[in-house]
């Protein structure tokens, strides 16, 4: 063991193990300062009607902007935030960054639909989590139907029955629910059907070959026809191209989002973005 060898302890390690571990502890204490001094960053990305390509709603997505540094991508520090505990705090950060801007937009007439928010395994547990979602929607003025909240499958398949106690209380407050990355975890149908769900989001895995493969596109139908079925919108994540538009249409899937209508956008550039007619037809 490295420890036998006294001071040498480093040794053990090679360079990439290293580099790995200083860029954690990097991220993770620009992380906490970030949190420490509210600068957590929220980007919009527009979900739109697949028939009109009109805007009808929005995601928030959370970034990290270190000056000089440049931006972080969730990907990157979201398992890291999971596992020290902190996000929790960010969670309520962009929850309340979300909701005062959506208040504002929503005073000015400017957007119509919800916001989603993407809530962690972490905060989905929480005991008082729809105490502390009501807490920030009534301090920052918003009412809870403008707010979607976006869930795995994987949270709510932990323990589903306790998932669908925690989403009825939700719902009972008027908040919306989307089940998020649809089809790449292992939800069983039984409970699909039991969710108190509104919303299925189709992985962007299925629509990234969905004019290659019939399997993908024969996949995207059946899911589609499915939630329909059973009463749920659905959106398409990563549209990327038209053509892809147009198959997700065809399938009666009705909403996207994908960086052929929008990538996320800061707040200034989402609201430039909506006050713009469509562009693309
Ligand atoms: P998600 O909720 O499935 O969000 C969709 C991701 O796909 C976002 O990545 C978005 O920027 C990206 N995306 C959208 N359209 C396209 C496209 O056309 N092509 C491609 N290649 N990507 C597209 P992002 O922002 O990096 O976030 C990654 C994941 O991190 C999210 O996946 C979500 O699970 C998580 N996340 C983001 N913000 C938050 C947050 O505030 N709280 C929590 N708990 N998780 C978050
Ligand atoms: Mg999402
Ligand atoms: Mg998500
Ligand atoms: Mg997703």
Not at 212 to 225: F, K, L, Q, Y
């Amino acid at each position: 063991h490295a420890k036998n060898r006294g001071g040498h302890s480093y040794q053990f390690f090679n360079d990439s193990m290293n580099k790995n571990a200083v860029r954690r502890l990097q991220v993770e204490n620009q992380l906490r300062q970030a949190l420490r001094n509210k600068h957590i960053q929220v980007m919009y990305q527009p979900k739109v009607s697949l028939r009109t390509y009109e805007f009808v709603g929005l995601e928030a997505l959370v970034r990290l902007n270190i000056p000089g540094t440049g931006v972080i991508n969730p990907s990157e520090f979201i398992p890291l935030a999971e596992e020290t505990g902190l996000i929790i705090e960010m969670g309520e950060q962009v929850l309340r960054q979300t909701c005062r801007d959506m208040c504002q937009w929503v005073k000015q007439g400017m957007v119509q639909g919800r916001v989603a928010v993407n809530l962690s395994a972490k905060q989905f547990i929480q005991p008082d989590l729809t105490q502390r979602i009501m807490t920030i929607l009534r301090e920052e003025n918003l009412s809870p139907e403008y707010l979607e909240l976006e869930i795995t499958e994987g949270v709510v398949m932990e323990d589903p029955e306790r998932a669908i106690e925690i989403m009825t209380e939700l719902n009972n407050c008027g908040i919306h629910l989307a089940l998020d990355d649809f089809g790449t975890g292992y939800s069983s149908l039984a409970y699909l059907k039991r969710f108190p769900i509104q919303t299925l989001k189709i992985d962007k895995a299925f629509v990234d070959d969905i004019n290659g493969a019939d399997r993908d596109r024969n996949m995207v139908a059946s899911i589609v026809a499915m939630a329909h079925n059973m009463g749920l919108d659905v959106v398409a994540e990563g549209v990327v191209n038209t053509a892809q538009a147009a198959t997700l249409s065809r399938l009666s899937c009705e909403f996207a989002q994908g960086y052929l209508f929008a990538e996320p956008l800061s707040s200034d550039a989402f609201l430039a973005h909506i006050s713009v007619p469509a562009s693309i037809h």
